[in-house]
């Protein structure tokens, strides 16, 4: 089975400052896609920032920014300047590329991030 | 441009009965993903459908079935309900071109509770 999992059930941190989510997942294709999505109370799932596998380069989205290290399986989320408004439930997500493979993602179980003023 | 639509955006069930969940895709997308979040998890995958057929089917019993209409449109329909399909069901929309960047466009989904 091709899992995705979030060690951190929940997580917490002070306005401005930074924080780091963690993911690993498991696969054995080449290329494939990964997400980190963003579900706040309002329940609709937000796109932060997504990454390509075939790429080295870490992708970088404003205050959000990932370190994916392809050997290792790991895609962290880091999101600095950390704002009241980024509280929410955070899901890492892994698709194959191409083909029938569009639009069935694999999520992990979330991290509940808290922002403190 | 339009975005996904889902509704109802709440219902009540008692087990055994049937329900029709139904989506819109936001606007240029011509493939709709359905899933089910349980409280506290993550997403799973129920299927998906392109081109009015099934496209793919996660670990969901015959029991979840759904449609897709011309207009791109979807409906998730589950026969005899238990208590465990209590969740929010989420649909999700996407565009089958070379230009697709495997990202998914969420609806707000519908929360069912099975009584």
């Known amino acids: 089975a091709q899992t995705v999992t979030q060690s951190q059930p929940e997580m917490s941190v002070q306005e401005a400052e930074t924080v780091t989510l963690s993911c690993t997942y498991d696969?054995?294709?080449?290329?494939?896609?990964l997400f980190w999505y963003k579900q706040p109370p309002s329940r609709q799932m937000i796109l932060v920032i997504r990454?390509?596998?075939?790429?080295?380069q870490n992708a970088t989205e404003n205050r959000f920014s990932v370190n994916f290290q392809k050997a290792a399986k790991s895609f962290s989320l880091k999101i600095s300047d950390s704002q009241l408004g980024d509280t929410a439930m955070y899901f890492c997500?892994?698709?194959?590329?191409?083909?029938?493979?569009?639009?069935?993602?694999?999520f992990g179980q979330g991290t509940i991030l808290t922002v403190h003023p | 441009e339009t975005g996904v639509t889902q509704s109802p955006t709440h219902l009540i069930k008692t087990r055994g009965q049937q329900v029709t969940l139904r989506c819109s895709s936001q606007?240029?997308?011509?493939?709709v993903s359905w899933y089910q979040q349980a409280l506290g998890q993550g997403p799973q995958f129920i299927f998906q459908?392109?081109?009015?057929?099934?496209?793919g089917r996660g670990n969901f019993p015959p029991r979840f079935s759904g449609l897709q209409f011309p207009n791109y449109s979807s409906e998730l329909n589950v026969n005899a309900l238990e208590l465990d399909d209590s969740a929010l069901y989420l649909c999700?929309?996407?565009?089958?071109?070379?230009?697709?960047?495997?990202?998914?466009?969420f609806g707000e989904g519908s929360r069912l509770t099975v009584l």
């Open positions: 999700a929309s996407t565009s089958r071109t070379g230009a697709n960047t495997g990202e998914l466009f």
């Open positions: 696969t054995s294709e080449n290329n494939y896609y």
């Open positions: 990454q390509e596998a075939y790429k080295q």
């Open positions: 997500a892994r698709a194959n590329a191409g083909g029938t493979s569009y639009g069935k993602l694999t």
């Open positions: 606007s240029g997308h011509n493939t």
């Open positions: 459908y392109y081109r009015e057929e099934e496209n």
